[in-house]
Nanobody, 119 residues
Framework: QVQLVESGGGLVQAGGSLRLSCAASGRTSTIVRIAWFRQAPGKERERVAASTWTGELTAYADPVKGRFAISKDNAKNMVYLQINSLKPEDTAVYFC????????????WGQGTQVTVSS
C-alpha cells in the first residue's frame, strides 16, 4: 500500500503562486507514475501534471503548461506542484495520485488540498 498526503493549498490572489506538496509513504518502491489532478465544483476531475517516479519525464495539461511544474525530492519521497500566475479558473481541490503500472488507472490517492484563487 501507498499513502499520499497533500498540503500547501490556500487562498491566493490572481497572479500569485503556491507550492503544493505530496508526502508519499508505504511501499513507494512500487510506484512508477505520480500525478496531480484537480477537480473544480461541478466539473470532472482532470489531470494537470504527471511524472515518472524518478522525475525524468513530465507531462502537463494544455491549460497549465508554462505555469505549473511537477517535481520530486527522491530522498524525502515528496512530490511538489509549483503553481505560478494563478488564475481564478485554477480554483479546485488538488489531488496527488500514484500508480504501480506504466499505463492504467491511478490506484492511490491523497485526500486533496483546496486551492482558491480570488480575482
Amino acid at each position: 500500500q501507498v499513502q499520499l498526503v497533500e498540503s500547501g493549498g490556500g487562498l491566493v490572489q490572481a497572479g500569485g503562486s503556491l507550492r503544493l506538496s505530496c508526502a508519499a509513504s508505504g511501499r513507494t518502491s512500487t510506484i512508477v507514475r505520480i500525478a496531480w489532478f484537480r477537480q473544480a465544483p461541478g466539473k470532472e476531475r482532470e489531470r494537470v501534471a504527471a511524472s515518472t517516479w524518478t522525475g525524468e519525464l513530465t507531462a502537463y495539461a494544455d491549460p497549465v503548461k508554462g505555469r505549473f511544474a511537477i517535481s520530486k525530492d527522491n530522498a524525502k519521497n515528496m512530490v511538489y506542484l509549483q503553481i505560478n500566475s494563478l488564475k481564478p479558473e485554477d480554483t479546485a481541490v488538488y489531488f496527488c495520485a500514484a500508480r504501480r503500472n506504466i499505463v492504467g488507472n491511478y490506484e492511490y490517492w491523497g485526500q486533496g488540498t483546496q486551492v482558491t484563487v480570488s480575482s
